[in-house]
C-alpha cells in the first residue's frame, strides 16, 4: 500500500499530517496509524513503495535500517525476539543525510533515531514472540528480499606479538549456555553440543560448504579441520581471506575484520585537496587551488613511501604504523591522474562537486575531492553560524538581539565578507527585519559610502521606517514611493546611504539598475519566486556586490521557486534552469538526491524555526482546526442553480473562452459559500443565510466572552465592510478594516491601537493586503473565512498573532463549506501543503482550466 500521505516529524515521534489526507483510502490509512502507528508503518514498509511522499519514504527508511540490523544478526535464530538492532554509525549517517526537508526534520538526529529503533523493536519482539516458525520465514513473510544471517561468525583480528603471524583467525557460532543467555562459543564446540544430534550439526555448518565452493582457501581450512579452532595467519593468509570477504557475507556468514579493511583505510587514494589556502577575493568564480596526493587513511604519502610500495610484492605491508594494501597497477593509474588534477577550478565547482558530474569525484575508484582547510572552515561558518566569532553590534544599534539573532547578524557580516548571496529564511515573526537593520548599520559604521537599496512590498514601508527608527535612529534613508517622495532629483540630491523602494516602483525607476549597489535586500523574497515574470527579471538586472533575500517560505510550491531564488542570489549555482529542472526530476526516483540539493544549497540559507525550542522557548503552541460548515438552504438553492447552468455553459465552449468561464464559476462558487448576498451583490447579509456566519457566531461568542481578539481574514475586498458589522453586533464594539485600500499610515496608527491596552476586538484583513509585515499578537485567534490557494500565503496570514510576543496559545480555524468546491480547494491546498511541507518535490499540480467536462462537473457538484 502506498504512502502518499505525507508526516510531520515531532521531538520524539512523528504524527500524520492531516491536511494530506485527501480521500477515503487515506483516511483509512490515517485510522491505521492511529491506532498502531509503529506496526502500521512496519509492515506498510515492506510494500510497494512507489510514490510514497518523501516523508513516508524516508520513514520507511528508518524501518528498513532497523530491519537490516535485525536479520544480519548471527543471534538472531537463537534469541529470536530478544534479538536487539543496533543502529551503527553507517547507518546514522545515511539516514541523517536522507531526512526530508519537511515539518520537524529539525527533531530528527541521533537520539530520535534511536527513539524509533525502541519503538520498532516493541514491534518485533511482540510479533517474534508469537511466531512459530523460523526467523528466516519471519523475515521472508516481510519481504522474499530479507535474508537473515547464519549462526556462525568469522573473526579476523590482528596479532600483533607475532612477526611471522600478525593475524589470528577464529570462527564462532551463536548458542545459548545453561542460563538461556545467547553466547558466541568456537565452532569445535559444536561438535560436542551436538555431537547426538547430526541433523542440527549438518543445519549449522550447510553454509560453510557453500563458502568453500566459493571460497578454495575456506575449503583448505575444512579439509584440514582448522576451520574448527583458532589459527594463525601470516600476512598472504589473511589477505587471501580479507579479499574473499564479500563471497563470505554473501553466503549469510557475517566477518569481523579490521577496521582499515572495512573503511578501506588501507586503500591508497588520491585526494584532491580543494581550497587549502585563503584566496586573495571572495566570490563563486574565486580560482583556488588544487593540491593533489597520494594519501592513506587521510596521511600523505611522501615519494619515498610510494617508491617503497612499489617494490613491495602485491598485497598487505606494514607502513607507518598501520597495514597498507598494495595494488601495484592502481597505484600507477593514481600517479599518473595526479598530473591533470594540478592547477585551480572554481569556488563554484568546488561546492557543486556533489550535484554535477563534470568533476571525477569517485571515492570507490580511489578519487577523492576534499575541501581543504580553509574552504573546509568557511563552509562551517556559513552552515553553522555558531561557530562564527561573535560580531559586535554598532555602537549607534538601540536594541538587544536574541541569541539566534546575534548569530543571523554573525552570518549576515561573514556572507558580505566572503561575497556571497544570503538567504534569511527565518520562520515568521522571529525578527529577520532587526538582523538586517544591524547589519546596514554595522556596514554603515564600517563603510560611511556604502550605498544599499531595499525593496519591500508596499504594505511593508510603513514597518521597516517604524524599525529603523526604532532601533537604528541616525541611519539615513530615504522612501522611493509615490506616497513618499515625488521629486526623484531631490532624492538623487539626497544621496542617502539606503534607499527603500516597492517592487512597483523598482520596476518603473530605472536608474536604480544603472548603478551598482553595495548591498540589495528583498523583503519577501518570494516576490521574486517565479523565474519567468517581469518582476522578478527587473531585481535580477539590478547590480549589487552583496544580496540578501528575506523570505519566512523558501520554497513554497515547486523546485521553480528554489532555482529562481538561487539565480538571484548566487548565480549559476544552480545551474541554467533546464539543467535544474531535469535534476528536480530525479528526486522521486533517487531520494538520495535531496541530501546533494540540501548541502548545496545549505550554506547559502539560514533557516530558524520558531517551533525548535533549542531557538526560541516563550512561543506557545499553534494549534490548527477546520471547521466544517453545513450550507443553509438558500445557499443550497443557488449553489445547485449554478452547477446546472455551469454544464450548459461549458458544453461547447473551448480554449480561452472555457478557461476563462471555468475560472467564473470558481468564483461564483465561492461567493455562494460565503453568503449568499455577496454572489448577488445585495447588502443585506443575513446571518441565516450564511453557515459561515453562523460558525463565525459560535466562535466570535466565545473569544468576546473571553475578553480575546480575533483576525478574520477573507480574499474579497467586498466582504470586509459586511464581515465588519456582522462582528461588531456580536462582541457589541466595532473593530477595523485592513485591505488594499487602507492607506499605510492609517495601517500603522490601527496596529498601534489593536497592540495597545483599549480592547479592539477584531480586526477584518483581505490575505493580499495584510498577510504579511504586520505584527499583531494582541490577538490569539485567527479565523479564515475563506480559502487561499497558497497554504504559504495562508500560514503568512496566521502569523500576523502567531509571532514573537505572543504569550497565549494561537487557535486558527479554517471555514469550510461541506461538500463544496471548498472541498476540492482544501485538497488542493493539502496537494501544495505536502510540497511546500517538503520543500522539494515534483510539481504535482491540478489545473482545474484543464480537466474534462465531466471531471469539472464532479468537481463542481455539491454532496450533500
Known amino acids: ?22 480521500n477515503a483510502s487515506d483516511a483509512q490509512i490515517a485510522t491505521l496509524f492511529e491506532e498502531d502507528k509503529y506496526g502500521t508503518l512496519y509492515h506498510m514498509t515492506f510494500q510497494d513503495t512507489s510514490k510514497d511522499s518523501p516523508t513516508a519514504q524516508f520513514l520507511k527508511e528508518v524501518v528498513q535500517s532497523f530491519v537490516r540490523s535485525l536479520s544480519s544478526s548471527p543471534e538472531i535464530e537463537i534469541a529470536r525476539e530478544k534479538t536487539k538492532a543496533v543502529l551503527d554509525d553507517d547507518q546514522l549517517d545515511y539516514l541523517l543525510a536522507l531526512c526530508p526537508f519537511a515539518l520537524g526534520s529539525e527533531f530528527v538526529d541521533e537520539e530520535w533515531l534511536k527513539l524509533q529503533y525502541d519503538q520498532l523493536q516493541h514491534v518485533f519482539e511482540k510479533e517474534a514472540t508469537s511466531f512459530e516458525g523460523t526467523m528466516q520465514l ?163 604519502l611522501s615519494q619515498d613511501d610510494i617508491n617503497y610500495l612499489l617494490k613491495q610484492e602485491e598485497g598487505l605491508t606494514f607502513m607507518k604504523g598501520q597495514w597498507v594494501e598494495v595494488n601495484h597497477q592502481k597505484l600507477q593509474e593514481l600517479l599518473q591522474k595526479m598530473e591533470h588534477y594540478d592547477g ?61 539573532q546575534q548569530e543571523g547578524y554573525n552570518w549576515l557580516n561573514i556572507m558580505y565578507t566572503f561575497g556571497f548571496g544570503a538567504c534569511l529564511a527565518d520562520d515568521m515573526g522571529l525578527g529577520k527585519t532587526i538582523q538586517v537593520i544591524a547589519f546596514l548599520e554595522k556596514l554603515r559604521e564600517e563603510d560611511a559610502d556604502a550605498k544599499c537599496l531595499l525593496v519591500v512590498p508596499a504594505s511593508l514601508l510603513g514597518n521597516w521606517e517604524s524599525e529603523i527608527k526604532k532601533f537604528a535612529p541616525d541611519l539615513h534613508y530615504s522612501i522611493l514611493h509615490s506616497s513618499k517622495i515625488k521629486d526623484y532629483q531631490a532624492y538623487q540630491e539626497d544621496n542617502p546611504y539606503l534607499t527603500i523602494t516597492t517592487y512597483g516602483m523598482a520596476s518603473k525607476i530605472e536608474g536604480l539598475s544603472q548603478r551598482e549597489w553595495h548591498v540589495l535586500i528583498l523583503d519577501e523574497a518570494q516576490a521574486i519566486k517565479n523565474p519567468i515574470t517581469k518582476q522578478t527579471k527587473t531585481m535580477k538586472k539590478i547590480p549589487a556586490r552583496f544580496r540578501i533575500a528575506m523570505t519566512g ?106 478557461r476563462g468561464i471555468v475560472l467564473s464559476y470558481i468564483t461564483k462558487f465561492k461567493q455562494i459559500c460565503n453568503h449568499p448576498d455577496q454572489f448577488n451583490h445585495d447588502i443585506s447579509f443575513k446571518a441565516i443565510d450564511s453557515g459561515k456566519y453562523q460558525m463565525l457566531k459560535e466562535l466570535c461568542t466565545t473569544i468576546y466572552e473571553k475578553r480575546e481578539r480575533v483576525l478574520v ?132 499540480q491540478i489545473n482545474i482550466t484543464e480537466m474534462s467536462n465531466d471531471e469539472l462537473i464532479n468537481l463542481f457538484q455539491l454532496e450533500v
Open 344 to 404: 585551480t577550478i572554481t569556488l563554484k565547482e568546488a561546492l557543486t562537486k556533489d550535484f554535477v558530474k563534470d568533476i571525477d569525484d569517485d571515492p570507490d575508484n580511489g578519487i577523492e575531492i576534499t575541501n581543504g582547510k580553509w574552504l573546509r572552515n568557511m563552509m562551517q561558518e556559513m552552515r553553522q553560524p555558531r561557530h562564527i566569532q561573535k560580531q559586535s553590534l554598532p555602537e549607534d544599534f538601540d536594541a538587544t538581539l536574541r541569541h539566534y
Open 553 to 658: 517560505t523558501p520554497i513554497e510550491n515547486d523546485y521553480s521557486n528554489l532555482w529562481s531564488l538561487f539565480d538571484f542570489l548566487n548565480k549559476g549555482l544552480l545551474g541554467s534552469f533546464d539543467q535544474f529542472k531535469r535534476f528536480s526530476k530525479t528526486i522521486e526516483d533517487y531520494p538520495e538526491n535531496t541530501t546533494k540539493l540540501r548541502n548545496l544549497v545549505s550554506p547559502f540559507i539560514l533557516r530558524r524555526l520558531k517551533t525548535d525550542k533549542s531557538i526560541i522557548s516563550d512561543l506557545p503552541n499553534k494549534i490548527e482546526i477546520v471547521d466544517h460548515v453545513n450550507l443553509s438552504k438558500r445557499q443550497i438553492v443557488l449553489y445547485k442553480k449554478q452547477v446546472e447552468q455551469l454544464k450548459e455553459d461549458i458544453e461547447t465552449a473551448q480554449g480561452m473562452e472555457r
Open 1 to 22: 500500500m502506498k504512502l502518499k500521505i505525507a508526516f510531520i516529524y515531532t521531538n520524539e515521534s512523528f504524527v500524520i499530517d492531516e491536511v494530506s489526507v485527501k
Open 713 to 844: 481574514f477573507t480574499q474579497y475586498r467586498e466582504m470586509c465592510e459586511p464581515l465588519s458589522q456582522y462582528l461588531a453586533s456580536i462582541f457589541h464594539k466595532e473593530g477595523y478594516i485592513i485591505n488594499g485600500s487602507t492607506p499605510i499610515k492609517k495601517r500603522t496608527e490601527i496596529v498601534n491601537k489593536f497592540q495597545s491596552e483599549h480592547y479592539i476586538p477584531y480586526i477584518v484583513l483581505t490575505v493580499k493586503a495584510a498577510g504579511t509585515g504586520l505584527n499583531l499578537t494582541a490577538a490569539n485567534h485567527v479565523i479564515h473565512f475563506d480559502r487561499w490557494w497558497n497554504p504559504a500565503v495562508e500560514n503568512q496570514a496566521s502569523d500576523r498573532a502567531y509571532r514573537i510576543g505572543q504569550k497565549k496559545k494561537v487557535f486558527v480555524h479554517k471555514l469550510v463549506s461541506t461538500g463544496t468546491i471548498e472541498e476540492k480547494i482544501d485538497e488542493l491546498i493539502t496537494s501544495k501543503q505536502s510540497l511546500a511541507n517538503n520543500i522539494l518535490s515534483t510539481n504535482d
Open 138 to 300: 519471519y523475515f521472508e513473510g516481510l519481504s522474499q528480499n530479507l535474508q537473515t544471517a547464519q549462526r556462525i561468525y568469522f573473526h579476523l583480528v590482528e596479532n600483533p606479538l607475532d612477526e611471522d603471524n600478525p593475524f589470528a583467525f577464529m570462527a564462532t557460532y551463536a548458542t545459548k549456555d545453561q542460563a538461556g543467555r545467547v553466547r558466541h562459543m568456537p565452532l569445535a564446540h559444536a561438535l560436542i553440543e551436538y555431537k547426538d544430534h547430526q541433523e542440527e550439526l549438518l543445519s549449522l555448518l550447510s553454509s560453510l560448504n557453500k563458502v568453500a565452493d566459493e571460497v578454495e582457501y575456506m575449503q583448505y581450512l575444512m579439509d584440514t579441520g582448522e576451520l574448527f579452532h583458532p589459527i594463525k595467519l601470516n600476512v598472504k593468509e589473511a589477505y587471501t581471506l580479507l579479499k574473499a570477504i564479500p563471497l563470505i557475507e554473501k553466503s549469510g556468514i557475517k566477518c569481523r575484520v579490521p577496521n582499515w579493511w572495512k573503511k578501506h583505510y588501507a586503500s591508497v587514494h588520491l585526494n584532491v585537496s580543494a581550497g587549502e589556502k585563503k584566496p586573495s577575493f571572495f566570490g563563486l568564480e574565486t580560482l583556488i587551488a588544487l593540491t593533489p596526493s597520494l594519501t592513506i587513511n587521510g596521511r600523505m
